[in-house]
């Protein structure tokens, strides 16, 4: 008969696990984080603007288009 028995987690096996079975972060968290560690804020204005184009553009085909079109 074998012994089944499995050695003790480590710390770090541990630590892995309750992050293996945390809830991932969305998508704005991500970035957020992604900014401040990698101090890339220059990339903030470019989404910023690509977000408000998006917008304008979705915008463009619903009866707000005439209210829009004088911002353009």
Known sequence: MTDTTEPP?????REFAQQAEQRPPGIVAEFWDFLI?????WITPIIVILLLMGAL???SSTPLAPFIYPFW
Do not use: A, F, G, S
């Not at 560690?37 to 804020?41: A, I, L, V």
């Open 37 to 41: 560690h990698n101090k890339k804020w």
């Open 9 to 13: 987690e480590t710390d770090q096996e």
């Open 57 to 59: 553009i979705l915008l």
